[in-house]
C-alpha cells in the first residue's frame, strides 16, 4: 500500500471532470477584463461610456457574492448544494453569453448594461459554486492542494483558449469582431459539455450540519477571525500583483523594453503556459512544507523574480520571454493554496459553531479577489494623470516611461512582499487541521 496516497484522494478521472468547467469559466473570465470593454467601446463604438458600465455592473457584483454563499450554505438538495448551483448557473451564462458575444453595431447602454449583469451573476454563481464544490471534494489536508492545483490548471487552459481564439482567426484573414463571435461560441459550446460531464461523474458529499439558525450576518462575522483575515490580506495583495501586470503589461514591455505586440503576446501566453508548469510545483512544495508556508516562499520567489524584470536588457525578446516565463511559475501559487487554505478553515469553523460555512467563506475570497483586479485597472488612469499618453503611448514623455516602469515592478514587488508578511501569523498547520478533524469525526458531523 503507497502510505502517501491520501485516505479520500480523489481518483484521476474524476478530478479531470471537476476541472472540466473551469475552462469555459475561465474563457470568459479573461474577455471581461481585458477584452469586451475594448470591444464595445471601439468595434461597437458605444464609447468611453462603456467603461462607466463595467465598473457599475462590477461594483454590483462584488455585492452579490454574500448572498450567493449564504444561500449555498443554506441549500440541501439529493444531489448536494453546489451541484445544484452549479446547474443554475448553465442557462443564465449560455443566454448572457450569446447576447453579450454576439452582439453588432447599434447596441445601447441599455443593452451592455443588462446583459452584462446577468452575465456577471451567472459568473458569480459559476466560480463560487466551482470552488465551493472542491473544498467538499476531500477532507485532507495536501489532497486539498492537488485539487486546487488542477483547478488552477483547468483555468490556465481556458485563459490560454480565450486568448488564441481572436488570434487564430485573424491570423486567417478575418476581422477580430469575428474572433470575439467565435470566441463567445466556443464558451457556449464547452459550458453544457463540461458542466454536464461534471454533474455526472463527480460526486458531492451531502453536508448533514443544520441550516436553520444560519445568518447572512455570518459573512460579517468569518472576517472576524485570524486566519481568515490573514488569508484575505494575501489574497488581495497577491492579487494585485499579477492585475498591475495585466493591465500595463503591453505598455510596459513595449515603451520601455520595445518588443513587438507579437512579442508581448507571445511572452504573455508563455507566462500562463508556466502556471501550468507551476501549479504541480507548489502542491509537492505545500504537502513538504504546509500550505501557508509555501505561499509565503512562492510569494517571496514572485518578488524577486519580478523586480529581475527591471534589468532585461532592451530590444531581447528572448531573455524578455524567459523571465516572464519564470514569473508564471510562482504566480500559480496563490489562487490554488489561498483556496485550499480556505477549505481548512471551513472545517475549523464547523467544528466550532457546528455550521458548514464553506460558500460563505469562498464567496469572501471571491469578494477580495475582484477588489484586487479592480483597483489594479487603476494605474492605468493614474499613469494618465503623470503625462503617460495611454492613447498613443509612444508620444509620451521621457518621465512617464520612467512611471510605467515604477508602477509595473514596484507595486507588484511591494504588493507580493506584503501579501507574505499577511500569511506569517496564520497558525492552523498540519497538525492542528488533523485534530479538527478527528475532532469533527467524534461529533460524527462529517
Known amino acids: 500500500m503507497n502510505t502517501n496516497t491520501p485516505v479520500d484522494a480523489v481518483p484521476f478521472g474524476r478530478l479531470l471532470a471537476f476541472i472540466g468547467p473551469c475552462v469555459p469559466f475561465a474563457a470568459l473570465g479573461l474577455p471581461l477584463v481585458a477584452t469586451l470593454p475594448e470591444y464595445y467601446g471601439t468595434q461597437l463604438q458605444l464609447g468611453l461610456v462603456v467603461g462607466i458600465v463595467f465598473a457599475v455592473v462590477r461594483a454590483f457584483d462584488i455585492l452579490v457574492d454574500p448572498f450567493l454563499g ?42 451592455l448594461g443588462l446583459w452584462l449583469f446577468v452575465l456577471y451573476v451567472g459568473f458569480s454563481i459559476a466560480a463560487l459554486a466551482q470552488a465551493s464544490w472542491g473544498t467538499v471534494l476531500s477532507t485532507d489536508y495536501n489532497e486539498r492542494s492537488r485539487i486546487f492545483a488542477w483547478w ?63 445568518k447572512l450576518s455570518h459573512y460579517f462575522d468569518m472576517w472576524k477571525r485570524p486566519n481568515v ?72 520567489i514572485f518578488a524577486a523574480l519580478y523586480a529581475a524584470m527591471y534589468f532585461a536588457p532592451k530590444g531581447n525578446f528572448i531573455v524578455c520571454a524567459a523571465m516572464t516565463f519564470a514569473n508564471g511559475i510562482p504566480y ?44 489594479s485597472a487603476l494605474t492605468i488612469t493614474l499613469l494618465g494623470w503623470l503625462h503617460f499618453n495611454v492613447k498613443e503611448p509612444s508620444a509620451s514623455p521621457p518621465e512617464a516611461l520612467m512611471w510605467v516602469e515604477i508602477f509595473f515592478i514596484g507595486l507588484p514587488v511591494v504588493f507580493l512582499v506584503l501579501g507574505a508578511v499577511a500569511m506569517l501569523r496564520y497558525n492552523l498547520t498540519p497538525a492542528r487541521h488533523a485534530e479538527i478533524m478527528a475532532g469533527l469525526k467524534a461529533k460524527e458531523i462529517l
Open 70 to 111: 449564504h444561500w449555498m450554505d443554506r441549500t440541501r438538495t439529493r444531489i448536494g448544494r453546489f451541484k445544484l448551483w452549479m446547474l443554475i448557473c448553465l442557462p443564465i451564462l449560455f443566454v448572457s453569453t450569446g447576447f453579450i458575444f454576439m452582439a453588432h453595431k447599434g447596441v445601447t447602454e441599455i443593452y
Open 152 to 214: 488552477q490548471i483547468g483555468n490556465i487552459v481556458g485563459i490560454l483558449a480565450a486568448a488564441l481564439i481572436p488570434v487564430i482567426v485573424q491570423s486567417l484573414g478575418h476581422s477580430y469582431a469575428l474572433g470575439v463571435q467565435i470566441m463567445g461560441g466556443f464558451i457556449m459550446l464547452t459550458l453544457p459539455i463540461t458542466i454536464g460531464i461534471a454533474l455526472w461523474v463527480v460526486p458531492e458529499k451531502i453536508s448533514e450540519t443544520s441550516t436553520h439558525d444560519l
Open 229 to 300: 483575515r490573514s488569508i484575505l490580506w494575501a489574497d488581495l495583495f497577491m492579487g494585485l500583483a499579477p492585475g498591475v501586470m495585466a493591465a500595463l503589461f503591453f505598455y510596459f514591455f513595449e515603451q520601455t523594453k520595445g518588443l513587438t505586440r507579437m512579442e508581448c503576446n507571445i511572452a504573455m501566453l508563455l507566462y500562463f503556459v508556466a502556471g501550468i508548469v507551476g501549479a504541480p510545483i507548489w502542491t509537492i512544495a505545500a504537502k513538504r512544507m504546509s500550505k501557508h508556508k509555501a505561499l509565503i516562499i512562492s510569494s517571496l
Open 332 to 375: 500559480a501559487a496563490s489562487l490554488l493554496l489561498t483556496r485550499a487554505l480556505m477549505a481548512d478553515i471551513g472545517d475549523e469553523v464547523m467544528l466550532e459553531t457546528g455550521h458548514d460555512h464553506k460558500g460563505t467563506l469562498m464567496a469572501i475570497l471571491s469578494a477580495t479577489t475582484k477588489v484586487g483586479y479592480a483597483i
